[in-house]
C-alpha cells in the first residue's frame, strides 16, 4: 500500500460504502444551547493564593492527571477542541463528518429513552445524518480488531516468559490491557516506567477505528484525511484526553500537517445536551439503516459482538489462549471468581494439575493500586489483567447519562448491564467478516509490521509538569 495518500478528492465515494441520508426528513432547530466556556482553572489560582503575580500558568491536556477532580466535572467545557460547539461547527463546512459510537454509550442512551440497543443505533442514525453527518459507524468492530492483536501479543509475551529463565521471565507478563484512557494516564504519570512494559501496545478501539478511517477507509476511497472530521461517542471524559494524545496524531505526504485519528470526543451525555437541545423525541425517530462498512450487523439487521461490558479483554484473550496454547474449549460465559469485590475477579485454567493461565478483572482505582503494587515487588502471578479505572468498568463511566432522580447508581449499573448485550448477537471476533477484510485488504496478519504500525503505540513516562509548577506558586 502507497505511503502516499492520493490528492484525489472524492468524498462523494463514501456514499458508495455508507446508508444514503436522503429521505431523513426530521426537522432540527438551529443548536441553541451553547456551551458557555469554563474559566474553572482560575479558580484554583485564586484559591492557592499565589505570592508572587507572575504569567498565568498554561494548562494544556497534557497536563491532567486524570484524577477526576476536574475533568469529570462541568468544567471539563474548557477542552476547546472536544465539545459540542466544536463538534457543531464542524459540520457542513465541506469535510465529511463520521461519528464512531461506542457500545456503552449505546446502553447509556437505550436506558434512558427505554429502547434496544439495536434501536438507539437507528435512530441515533437518523439524528446524526439530519444534523450533516455522512457516517455513523460501531466502535465495537474496531475492537474486535483490537481483541485480535490482543490475544496476538498474548501469545507472543507468553512464550517470551516460559522461555526466558529467571528475573528475565518476569519482564513479559502480566500483560496489562490499555483501552482505558484513565489507567493509562495514571500509569504513566504516576506509576512511571516500571509498570509501562507490561501495557499492551494495542491501541484503544476508539483510536483504532480513527486508524482505520484516517487510513485505510482514506486511501481506499482516494479520500484525503485531512477531509475527514471524526468524532466518537465514549462513555468518559478520559477518551477526550486519548484522542489528544501526541501518539495519535500523523503527518500526510511528510509535510508537516497533522491529522488526528479522532478529531474530537463527544460523552454520552453531551450527545443527550444535544438531543435536548433539538427538542426533538428521539423516541418517535424513524429508524434509519446502519451504515455497515465499519459496523457490527449481520445481514438479518442484528448486532454482534463480544460480551464484558469493558472490552470483553480478559475473557477474549483467554477463551482463545486456553484452545491455541493448550487445546482447551473453556465454558461460556467464563466463571471469573469474585476476589476481594465484584470488581476484582478471576479465572484460571488448570492442565495437569498445574495453573497455566490466570487473569483478573480489577476495576477501579482501589484494585488496580493493590494489583500494580504486586507488579512491582514481582508477586503478581496474574498472566493478564484487565485494569479499568472505573468503578464497575465502562458503563460507569463519568460521561454516561446521570442516575434518574430516586435511582440509586446501582439499580442504573444493573440496568446497563441487561441492556448492554440486549438483542446482541455473542460473535467471535476471529469470524468478523470486516475485520478479516481488513488484514486481507491491509494489515496483512495479526502482529504485521502494519499492524504495529497502525493499531498499536507506545507509553512514555510523564513529567508532572503542572505539579511542579504550582509548587512555584
Ligand atoms: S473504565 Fe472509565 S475511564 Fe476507563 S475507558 Fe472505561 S469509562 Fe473511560
Same mark, same amino acid.
Given at each position: 500500500?502507497?505511503?502516499?495518500?492520493?490528492?484525489?478528492?472524492?468524498?462523494?465515494?463514501?456514499?458508495?460504502?455508507?446508508?444514503?441520508?436522503?429521505?431523513?426528513?426530521?426537522?432540527?432547530?438551529?443548536?441553541?444551547?451553547?456551551?458557555?466556556? &469554563? @474559566?474553572?482553572?482560575?479558580?484554583?489560582?485564586?484559591? /492557592?493564593?499565589?505570592?508572587?503575580?507572575?504569567?498565568?500558568? *498554561?494548562?494544556?491536556? *497534557?497536563?491532567?492527571?486524570?484524577?477526576?477532580?476536574?475533568?469529570?466535572?462541568?468544567?471539563?467545557?474548557?477542552?476547546?477542541?472536544? +465539545?459540542?460547539? #466544536?463538534?457543531?461547527?464542524?459540520?457542513?463546512?465541506?469535510? !465529511?463528518?463520521?461519528?464512531?459510537?461506542?457500545?456503552? +454509550?449505546?446502553?447509556?442512551?437505550?436506558?434512558?429513552?427505554?429502547?434496544?440497543?439495536?434501536?438507539?443505533?437507528?435512530?441515533?442514525?437518523?439524528?446524526?445524518?439530519?444534523?450533516?453527518?455522512?457516517?455513523?459507524?460501531?466502535?465495537?468492530?474496531?475492537?474486535?480488531?483490537?481483541?485480535? #492483536? &490482543?490475544?496476538?501479543?498474548?501469545?507472543? =509475551?507468553?512464550?517470551?516468559?516460559?522461555?526466558?529463565?529467571?528475573?528475565?521471565? *518476569?519482564?513479559?507478563?502480566?500483560?496489562?490491557?490499555?483501552?482505558?484512557?484513565?489507567?493509562?494516564?495514571? !500509569?504513566?504519570?504516576?506509576?512511571?516506567?516500571?509498570?509501562?512494559?507490561?501495557?499492551?501496545?494495542?491501541?484503544?478501539?476508539?483510536? $483504532?477505528?480513527? !486508524?482505520?478511517?484516517?487510513?485505510?477507509?482514506?486511501?481506499?476511497?482516494?479520500?484525503?484525511?485531512?477531509?475527514?472530521?471524526?468524532?466518537?461517542?465514549?462513555?468518559?471524559?478520559?477518551?477526550?484526553?486519548?484522542?489528544?494524545?501526541?501518539?495519535?496524531?500523523?503527518?500526510?505526504?511528510?509535510?508537516?500537517?497533522?491529522?488526528?485519528?479522532?478529531?474530537?470526543?463527544?460523552?454520552?451525555?453531551?450527545?443527550?445536551?444535544?438531543?435536548?437541545?433539538? /427538542?426533538?423525541?428521539?423516541?418517535?425517530?424513524?429508524?434509519?439503516?446502519?451504515?455497515?462498512?465499519?459496523?457490527?450487523?449481520?445481514?438479518?439487521?442484528?448486532?454482534?459482538?463480544?460480551?464484558?461490558?469493558?472490552?470483553?479483554?480478559?475473557? $477474549?484473550?483467554?477463551?482463545?489462549?486456553?484452545?491455541?496454547?493448550?487445546?482447551?474449549?473453556?465454558?461460556?460465559?467464563?466463571?471469573?471468581?469474585?476476589? =476481594?469485590?465484584?470488581?476484582?475477579?478471576?479465572?484460571?485454567?488448570?492442565?495437569?494439575?498445574?495453573?497455566?493461565?490466570?487473569?483478573?478483572?480489577?476495576?477501579?482505582?482501589?484494585?488496580?493500586?493493590?494489583?500494580?503494587?504486586?507488579?512491582?515487588?514481582?508477586?503478581?502471578?496474574?498472566?493478564?489483567?484487565?485494569?479499568?479505572?472505573?468503578?464497575?468498568?465502562?458503563?460507569?463511566?463519568?460521561?454516561?447519562?446521570?442516575?434518574?432522580?430516586?435511582? +440509586? /447508581?446501582?439499580?442504573?449499573?444493573?440496568?446497563? #448491564?441487561? +441492556?448492554?448485550?440486549?438483542?446482541?448477537?455473542? /460473535?467471535?471476533?476471529? #469470524?468478523?467478516?470486516?475485520?478479516?477484510?481488513?488484514?486481507?485488504?491491509?494489515?496483512?496478519?495479526?502482529?504485521?509490521?502494519?499492524?504495529?504500525?497502525?493499531?498499536?503505540? @507506545?507509553?512514555?513516562?510523564?513529567?508532572?509538569?503542572?505539579?511542579?509548577?504550582?509548587?512555584?506558586?
Amino acid at each position: 500500500m502507497s505511503e502516499k495518500f492520493s490528492a484525489t478528492l472524492r468524498i462523494g465515494d463514501l456514499n458508495d460504502y455508507i446508508a444514503p441520508s436522503q429521505g431523513c426528513v426530521v426537522s432540527l432547530k438551529a443548536n441553541s444551547n451553547r456551551l458557555e466556556k &469554563s @474559566e474553572g482553572f482560575g479558580k484554583v489560582g485564586r484559591a /492557592a493564593k499565589p505570592s508572587v503575580q507572575s504569567e498565568p500558568v *498554561k494548562i494544556s491536556l *497534557k497536563d491532567c492527571l486524570a484524577c477526576s477532580g476536574c475533568i469529570t466535572s462541568a468544567e471539563t467545557v474548557m477542552l476547546e477542541k472536544q +465539545s459540542l460547539d #466544536e463538534f457543531l461547527s464542524n459540520i457542513n463546512k465541506g469535510k !465529511a463528518v463520521i461519528i464512531s459510537v461506542s457500545p456503552q +454509550s449505546r446502553a447509556s442512551l437505550a436506558v434512558h429513552f427505554d429502547i434496544s440497543p439495536l434501536q438507539v443505533f437507528r435512530k441515533l442514525t437518523t439524528f446524526f445524518k439530519s444534523l450533516g453527518v455522512k457516517a455513523i459507524f460501531d466502535t465495537s468492530c474496531a475492537r474486535d480488531l483490537t481483541l485480535i #492483536e &490482543s490475544c496476538n501479543e498474548f501469545i507472543a =509475551r507468553y512464550k517470551l516468559s516460559q522461555s526466558t529463565d529467571g528475573e528475565g521471565s *518476569k519482564l513479559h507478563l502480566p500483560m496489562i490491557s490499555s483501552a482505558c484512557p484513565g489507567w493509562i494516564c495514571y !500509569a504513566e504519570k504516576t506509576l512511571g516506567s516500571y509498570i509501562l512494559p507490561f501495557i499492551s501496545s494495542v491501541k484503544s478501539p476508539q483510536q $483504532t477505528i480513527g !486508524a482505520i478511517i484516517k487510513n485505510y477507509i482514506c486511501e481506499k476511497l482516494h479520500i484525503r484525511p485531512e477531509e475527514i472530521y471524526h468524532v466518537t461517542v465514549m462513555p468518559c471524559y478520559d477518551k477526550k484526553l486519548e484522542a489528544a494524545r501526541d501518539d495519535f496524531v500523523f503527518n500526510v505526504d511528510g509535510d508537516g500537517e497533522k491529522i488526528t485519528e479522532v478529531d474530537s470526543v463527544l460523552t454520552t451525555g453531551e450527545v443527550l445536551e444535544l438531543i435536548q437541545s433539538k /427538542a426533538i423525541d428521539f423516541k418517535d425517530l424513524e429508524e434509519f439503516p446502519l451504515d455497515k462498512l465499519l459496523t457490527n450487523i449481520d445481514e438479518e439487521g442484528h448486532l454482534y459482538g463480544v460480551p464484558g461490558s469493558s472490552g470483553g479483554y480478559a475473557e $477474549t484473550v483467554f477463551r482463545y489462549v486456553a484452545k491455541i496454547l493448550f487445546g482447551k474449549e473453556v465454558e461460556n460465559p467464563l466463571n471469573f471468581k469474585i476476589i =476481594r469485590n465484584s470488581d476484582f475477579q478471576e479465572v484460571s485454567l488448570e492442565v495437569d494439575g498445574k495453573t497455566v493461565l490466570k487473569f483478573a478483572q480489577c476495576y477501579g482505582f482501589r484494585n488496580l493500586q493493590n494489583v500494580v503494587r504486586k507488579v512491582k515487588m514481582g508477586k503478581c502471578d496474574y498472566h493478564f489483567l484487565e485494569i479499568m479505572a472505573c468503578p464497575s468498568g465502562c458503563l460507569n463511566g463519568g460521561g454516561q447519562i446521570k442516575p434518574r432522580p430516586g435511582q +440509586s /447508581a446501582k439499580d442504573l449499573i444493573q440496568l446497563l #448491564e441487561k +441492556s448492554y448485550m440486549e438483542n446482541v448477537l455473542v /460473535a467471535n471476533p476471529l #469470524e468478523n467478516p470486516i475485520i478479516k477484510g481488513l488484514y486481507d485488504e491491509w494489515l496483512e496478519h495479526p502482529g504485521s509490521e502494519k499492524a504495529k504500525r497502525y493499531i498499536h503505540t @507506545e507509553y512514555h513516562p510523564v513529567v508532572k509538569s503542572i505539579t511542579s509548577q504550582l509548587q512555584n506558586w
